[in-house]
């Protein structure tokens, strides 16, 4: 019982410039699978982090609502509302968990998360360390108590140490600004956050464990990569056994936002992922953060 | 089971500019004289000194609304920043982490969940929306929205920019910098609480006020069609969105001590209460302003009015209050809510 995922939808290897453009493309394949009307979307949640010309309003979900023609002219039914969280690729859980709380509420329906990143200049840059890409995720309410989101969860490194930061300096950077993001890792990040995830996992796999009789070695690991096999070795370390989703780094590249929901979205895609599945999602990012989702198909 | 709201938080920085004076400071001459404050409203607004950002005004914010509450920082599930304004340090603008990771570990607020909520100055109320819902879910017990608005850099680049009367960046220079936070949980009686909380965004109009760093010159800007955006077609879809949600929610408008909308100049706050009156087939209705003295804070506005109002015993204990959003996207909220016993020290 929870919030289940009806469909996905992404958009990959295209050169379009647009983070809204990304989301909505993502968007009109996920809404396609699902099957339903577009104004039947009552929440639209964009989780994507990087976005066109750094803009800090409207919030991108409403440009990605207009883009797709929701509820565009008042009607009797009109209900969309759209709303940006931003957490790096953790954003996702949030709004998952947010999606949760919202579908159990009622009478809220069907809640598409967006995500997309692109480099605020619109075009590609070699030292941005993300893959402009986008991805859709619908959640729809299941009743079937073997399914859905059981657990939604989170910890953060509480020493000051942040391990990356994403930033550009208005006045420095002066009319560049809108076309400018500077990404910069502190040293030894990759190791840190590895240890950090391990760590986390595994306590998180112990709540599990407990609160929801999930055995690890029930679970299969969908990671969002930062790099390439990070998701097999905090699997090998935290006593999941099962990693055939495996690593889409090599293919894609650092997806972030769109990492979940485009891991998924393949997995489901291959068969890699069957009915009855247990999943745990797993988004490791600065702060140190890790979230995970325990995910039943 | 109803959430409440728990406590309130509020920091406006010290330094006041008035309109006339931020009007001598154009850049450009203008072909004739605007006066900005007979058509604002607007006297007065707050301004940053120049070690502040959105971090710093919002962790004050969020320091004094741990001062009202029962609550200390450790105890906190959740914390969601919605500042619209993003410089962790002055002038510098993050993407990542998100600002609420910041908060968080400053408060020392470790076993909140966090995230950043970005619906322009719906943004607080959008906070209270999904924090409403994980409460009465119950997948948190309760949690932080927390905003920093340092958002006077759009009036320096507007100042700078202006070069005709109709420029759209004139509604630049109404604002004013102010951070707001408030706590909420579930309500443990039944008079006090949150009766319900109703969204909509129209986003045919989702263009129409856009912020994001200049082209024309350093310093981050917002340009508003402000014509469009208060023409008679918005207009209509706000009684579309008033008429939709009273007759979801029923309230009798009658009941309320107070009904708050969003602070953009005076003349817009009459309007947004004319339409509310308009559905209820009432004429007047009674309010609480700040934009006359703050300007209007964005995300914060509608949360300084309540934090003031608590400050002068204007809201109390049992006060019946309602709260009309309105943002650029276009976002429309209405929260319903009954006020417990919050103290503001």
């Known amino acids: 019982m929870g919030a289940v995922i009806k469909s996905t939808g992404v958009c990959l ?50 440009m990605i609502q207009q883009r797709l023609c929701i509820n565009r002219l008042y009607q009797d039914e009109t209900k969309t509302f759209s709303f940006d969280i931003i957490n790096g690729a953790g954003g996702l859980l949030n709004a998952v968990q947010a999606a949760g709380a919202l579908l159990a509420n009622g009478p809220v329906k069907n809640i598409l998360i967006v995500s997309s990143d692109t480099h605020p200049s619109q075009v590609a840059q070699v030292d941005f360390p993300y893959t402009s890409a986008g991805a859709a995720m619908l959640l729809e309410w299941s009743d079937d108590p073997a399914r859905g989101f059981r657990s939604v969860d989170f910890r953060t490194l509480e020493e000051d140490y942040i391990g990356t930061r994403a930033s550009c300096n208005i ?18 990040y990759s190791r840190r956050l590895e240890a950090f995830t391990i760590e986390s996992i595994k306590d998180i796999l112990e709540g ?24 097999i070795r905090v699997a090998g370390a935290a006593g999941i056994n099962d990693y055939s989703l495996g690593c889409l780094y090599e293919k894609y590249g650092d997806l972030n936002s769109s990492a979940l929901a485009v891991a998924y979205h393949d997995a489901r895609q291959t068969g890699k992922i069957g009915d009855g599945d247990h999943i745990l999602f797993v988004a490791a990012q600065s702060g140190l953060m890790v979230g995970a989702g325990l995910y039943r198909n | ?98 600002m609420s990771l910041f908060i968080k570990k400053e408060l020392g607020a470790h076993a909140a969940v966090n995230f950043d909520v970005n619906n322009a100055c719906a943004g607080m109320v959008t906070g209270a929306f999904l924090l409403d819902n994980m409460i009465r879910a119950g997948v948190v017990k309760n949690g932080m929205v927390v905003s920093g608005e340092c958002i006077t850099p759009i009036a320096e680049t507007a100042l700078r920019e202006i070069c005709e009367p109709l420029d759209n960046q004139f509604a630049s220079l109404t604002v004013g910098d102010a951070g707001a936070a408030f706590i909420m949980d579930a309500s443990s009686g ?38 469009e955006m208060h023409d008679a077609r918005q207009y209509q879809y706000a009684l579309y969105f008033l008429r939709k949600s009273f007759e979801r929610y029923g309230k009798n408008i009658e009941e309320y001590d107070y009904i708050i909308t969003h602070q953009v100049t005076v003349g817009a706050v009459k309007t947004y209460l004319k339409a509310i009156a308009e559905v209820h087939g009432v004429t007047t209705l009674p309010t609480l302003m700040s934009v006359e003295d703050f300007g209007n804070t964005a995300s914060t506005a509608l949360f ?35 006020m417990g016993d919050v103290e503001v020290r």
């Open chain 1, 13 to 62: 290897d295209r050169e379009l410039g647009s983070s809204v453009e990304y989301a909505a493309v993502a968007a009109e394949e996920c809404i396609a699978n699902a099957g339903i009307d577009r104004n039947d979307v009552d929440l639209l949640i964009n989780v994507g982090v990087f976005r066109d010309k750094n803009l800090t309003e409207p919030a991108m979900a409403t």
């Open chain 1, 171 to 188: 006045i420095e950077q002066g009319t560049n600004a809108s076309r400018t993001v500077f990404v910069e890792a502190e040293p030894d």
């Open chain 1, 208 to 231: 599990y464990k407990r609160d929801h009789a999930v055995d690890a070695a029930k679970i299969k690991l969908l990671a969002a990569h930062p790099w390439k096999d990070f998701g």
């Open chain 2, 1 to 98: 089971m109803r959430s409440r709201f728990e406590s309130f938080g509020l920091y406006v920085p010290e330094k006041i500019v008035s309109t006339g004076e931020l009007m001598g400071r154009l850049s450009h001459e203008l072909p004739f004289t605007i006066d900005l404050e007979r058509i604002t409203g607007i006297k007065n607004r707050r301004w940053r000194s120049e070690n502040e950002s959105s971090f710093t005004i919002a962790l004050n914010a969020a320091n004094e609304c741990l001062k009202n509450s029962r609550y200390r920082a450790r105890d906190l599930d959740l914390v969601i920043n919605t500042s619209i304004s993003r410089t962790i340090e002055p002038d510098n603008y993050y993407l990542d982490p998100a």
């Open chain 2, 190 to 227: 039944e008079r006090e609480g949150v009766d319900y909380i109703s969204v909509l965004t129209n986003a045919e109009h989702a263009h129409l006020c856009v912020g994001k760093p200049s082209d024309v010159s350093p310093g981050p800007a917002m340009h508003t069609r402000s014509r």
């Open chain 2, 304 to 338: 300084l009015v309540i934090y003031n109002a608590l400050k002068q015993k204007k809201i109390k204990d049992g006060s019946r209050i309602l709260l009309f959003s309105l943002a650029s996207g276009i976002g429309y909220a209405l929260v319903s809510f009954t």
